[in-house]
C-alpha cells in the first residue's frame, strides 16, 4: 500500500474510534436521582456546586454535599436502592456505588419499582437526537406533513400537535372521517383540542389547506388511542402512586406520560420546567426525544443546537 493511502487509512480509523469514543460518552445516562433535598444541598460535576432545590438525576463522577442544615436521599440506579444522606457530609456517585467522603450514609434501602431505570433508559435513546445535521430547503411545491403516528390522548391531556408548514397554510384535523378546521399560526407548532371521542382507537390524519383547498393530503391515516373507562381509571391510579412516591418530580411524571403514549403532555412538563430551570440542561435530550417522536423537526433541530451550546459541545 502507498504511503499517502496507508496515511489515509490510519486517519479513518482514528476518526472512526473518535466517533465510538465520543458516542460513549455521549451516551451515558444518569446513575442516580437525588429527591427529597431539604436545606442547603449543592451538587457539583467539576469544581462548580450548584444548589439542588428540587428532584435531580446525576450522574457518574458527580459529587454531592449538605451543610450544617441539609439532608437529602439518594437513589441509586444500579443497585435500586434509596440512601439518607445526613447534614455536613459529602458523597461521590459512581456507576456501581455511592462513596462517601466526609460524613455519613445511611445504609441502602430497597427503592421499590425503579422508574429511573425507565428515565435512564429513555436517556439513552434521546441521546442520539443531539446531533444536529444540515437540513436541506424544501421546495415551495413540497408541502408534505408529517405527523406522529401513534399518540395518546385523554380529556386531562387533549392536545394534538404537528409542525407548522407556514402562516400561509390551514389545516383539516380527519379524525374517523369527520373533519375539523384548524386556523393558521405563526408558531413552529400547530396545536389542536380533541373532544367527543369514545374510549379506545381512532385513526386521525391532518390535510395542509391553503386558499381552502387542500394541497397535501397524506396516504397513511395514524392512530390515536383515547384513553377512558378501566383504562383511564388505572393510569390515574399509577400517575397518582408515582407522584406520591416522588412528590414534585417533574421528569418522572413526564417519563410515565411518555412511556403511555401521551407524548405531547410529556413534552408541555419539559418544556415548563426547562422555561423555569434554564440553566439545568442535562435532561435537555429528553425534550429533544419527544420533539423528534411528534415530528416536530424545527424545534428539534432548534432545541439541539441549544442544547450542544449550553454543554459546551
Known sequence: MKPHLIKYSFLLVAVFVFGLASQALALAPPVAMLTQAKGTVEVSKDKEWKKVTANKFVFEGSKVRTGADGAVTIINQATNTSQNMAANSEVEITAATIKVVTGSLSEPQKAGDSALASMSQRFEQAQRYTTVRRSVDKKEKDQKLNTVQDITLSEAHPDLVWSNMGPEFSYRLIIDNKGVEVPASKDNMVRAKVAGLTPGVHKFRVEVVKDGVSVFTPKAEHNLVWLGGDALAEFSKKLAELKSSAPGDDFLVANFLDEKGMTVAAMDMY????K??????????LLIKTYHDLKLQD???????????LSGN
Open 276 to 285: 423555569d430551570h434554564p440553566g439545568d440542561v442535562d435532561m435537555f435530550p
Open 271 to 274: 418544556r415548563k420546567y426547562f
Open 299 to 309: 424545534l428539534k433541530k432548534e432545541a439541539a443546537l441549544e442544547y450542544n451550546k
